[in-house]
């Protein structure tokens, strides 16, 4: 593995979020690659691809940037001048286009590279970090951390919950007790079954809490 591109890397990553309030700050993102690299092992893929596409997975988020194309664009450029081989490239930016819930329109992802990086993105919605990332984002948004009198939706997309009304405990049922089952490795359904579990003990004691008992 090419040590000086990974570092540089993270470095180049580490100063475009450095201010990113959004939930998709540089810490995500470096837990994300750990998590990764982690699977990668088990799974035996290839280390630097699923290293370098979960350093910029967020970079060309509409979340995280102005213009999608644009971020793209920028992030071939980045590589090249590195010197990484085109293939490389390629596969990382078909990587994080199709990883995330809108992009890619729902197709599934195709490399076993890939379906790692997805998997560790979505574990860190999972488990005590899920439930802490749950939270802030409701209370960046001005949502309650529950309600009782709100019904329970279905996923929701950004711009619903923007206008809709949900909360924190509310996510837990529109999306992030439902990632277990969408994980793609063997590796990642393992990790992913004990954050569920440790999600499922913190909503009994939570509603046990809210009912006074
Ligand atoms: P990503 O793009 O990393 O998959 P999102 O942008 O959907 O994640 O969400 C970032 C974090 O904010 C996640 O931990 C997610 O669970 C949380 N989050 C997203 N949407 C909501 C919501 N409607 N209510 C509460 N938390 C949310
Ligand atoms: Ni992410």
Known sequence: MNKGIIEKTEKWVKAQLINEES??????????TRTA??????????????TLAA?????????????????LKKIDEWFKENGLGDEAIAQIISIITTISFKGGNGQ????????????????????????????VYSGHKGQPMYDPELPVRNEMSIEEYRHGKSS?????????????DQMNTT??????????????????QFYQEWNGR
């Open 37 to 50: 690299q982690q699977i990668a092992k088990e799974e035996h893929a290839n280390d630097e691809i699923v």
């Open 168 to 180: 924190a405990v509310h996510h837990f049922y529109e999306k992030l007790l439902k990632l277990k």
């Open 55 to 71: 350093l910029v997975h967020d970079l060309a988020d509409d979340k995280v940037a102005q213009n999608e194309k644009e971020a």
């Open 23 to 32: 939930g998709h700050d540089w810490y995500h993102i470096l837990r994300v």
């Open 187 to 204: 590796t990642g359904m393992k990790l992913a079954a004990r954050r569920h579990a440790f999600m499922e003990t913190y909503l009994e």
């Open 108 to 135: 599934p992802v195709s490399t076993l590279e890939g379906k790692i990086v997805q998997d560790a993105d979505r574990l860190d919605a999972l488990g005590a970090i899920g439930i802490a990332r749950t939270f």
